[in-house]
């Protein structure tokens, strides 16, 4: 039972689905800000980006446009602009001969840990009062959602 009735014509469900809307979207707009904290000049999708290639060690701009089903052109100014702020630089990609792996500086992984610790710090305090069980099924949720397609 998912606690709508038949009575309430599924009124219970559609506001439940309301509220998770407005609040994804209030987390959105929180990690935009949080992208803007840990630099000025850079967006979510700049910040997303040279998170992503921290994480993997360094890729090409083209996989960077298929894992974010973004336009190569948007991760062409996205990588520009992380080049310009001195966050990312191009290597040689031997297992490709011409194609280039862009990874993270020195600079761009000091943002980054940076940027981790202050998000990990402020969901200790968010969550500080939460119970362990909650805390599990807040998590165990947020796998779930993630990965639906």
Known sequence: ???????????ARDEALETIRWELTALARRARAVAGRSHPELSLVAYSLLSHLSETGGC???DLADYFLLDKSTVSRQVAALERLGLVERHADPARGRGQRLVPTEAGSALLEDAVRRRHA???????DWSDDDLA????????????E
């Not at 039972?1 to 009124?11: A, F, I, L, P, Y």
């Not at 402020?122 to 500080?128: D, T, Y």
């Not at 099924?137 to 639906?148: H, I």
Request: glycine letters at 10%.
């Open 60 to 62: 090409r701009a083209v």
């Open 137 to 148: 099924r807040f998590a165990e949720y947020l796998v779930r959602y993630n990965a639906a």
């Open 1 to 11: 039972m998912n606690g709508v009735t038949e009575r309430d014509g599924g009124h």
């Open 122 to 128: 402020a969901i200790i305090e968010r969550l500080q």
